[in-house]
């Protein structure tokens, strides 16, 4: 039996951080690790950013929390600035990415009941998907390792293959409601979905009268290299489900909709005790005055290019361990020949933090405001990692 109280369900390392600062994590015996997975794309900013520490410092002295009975000050503004940066009109203000994408299912469902079919309820939705672990987000995402045992799974969520035009068209009925994707895979390996294929499902949600949401959770709020990842493609949603980023590490997540699609959602028909915390506000908004600030995301999308070329001259220098890289801006995968597991263990080894995803892919998720030194040092440091690999492979193959 383990000894902590815990429930089992992580597989943890036995790594302990106690303290952070900027794309740094320490131990309390003073080993520092290069934070490459920023916490699954959450430390937007880093550790302890300067700015993000004094906004909730100064509102933790002021005013945490009031309930969603009253009016949020914070949330208006958050809202506001969220709207005109983009395509939406109106937020709902959640705890995680989960609740985000439940809001956004739920949107969706109300939509087509406000306007007199509540028949429509069925999303359709992407192999490799993840849209977190609740009953109805697990089973959107539609992965048999996270459904088995938990009962039924629930209904009206159809899934097709990833990238596979004809199978929406066929999945397309009289109960469908919506569309639902992730621009780019996140836990599926890094997986960008071409901009054709968004224009597509953007073309058949109009035709269909269907709803098109994205997942932006891990790819939204400047991870790309774009405000958010569907930018690139030019296609915009009806719906977007936002977290990780948004809160620099602090718990919240946010559903984006237009004012046609949220017109189901009037009082009473959904809520949240916690949502749009005064706490939470304050961050988010601290968050976004770094992020939209002048020159910050062209900064990531340059980052992010170089980044990726060194990762392909890391790829060039071990083909034995990497296969590609993938992905765009600050949200790179590389996908590996050896397991990923060993890959990622030999990093944290050598002081860099990465974490696995679906398809043999490590993915690199820095803060945003990495330096161009931290970025050249992830790649030294990710190249010990892999010679490491490839001697155990090598003593594997003449043991
Ligand atoms: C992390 C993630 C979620 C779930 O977020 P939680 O905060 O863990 O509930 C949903 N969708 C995507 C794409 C994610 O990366």
Known sequence: MSSSSLFGTY??????FVKGEGSWLETSDGRRFLDFAAGIAVNSLGHCHPHLTSVLQ????????????????????LAERLCEATFADRVFFANSGAEAMEACIKTARRYQYANGAPERYGVITFEGAFHGRTIATIAAGGQAKYLEGFGPKAAGFDQVPFGDLEAVKAAINDTTAAILIEPIQGEGGIRPVPHEFLRALRELCDANGLLLIYDEVQTGVGRTGKFFAHEWSGVAPDIMGIAKGIGGGF?????????????GMVAGTHGTTFGGNMLAMAVGNAVLDIVLGDGFIDEVAHKGLLLKQKLASLIDGNPDVFDMVRGEGMMLGLKCKAPVGDIVVAGRNHGILTVPAGDNVMRLLPP??????EIDMAVERLDAAAVSVKDAMLKGASA
């Open 11 to 16: 597989a943890r390392s036995n790594l302990a």
């Open 251 to 263: 718990p919240m997540g946010a559903c984006l909709a237009t004012e046609e699609a949220a017109v």
């Open 58 to 77: 100064e509102q933790a002295a002021k005013l945490w929390h009031v309930s969603n009975l009253y009016t949020v000050p914070g949330q208006e503004l």
């Open 368 to 373: 945003l405001t990495a330096t161009e030194e």
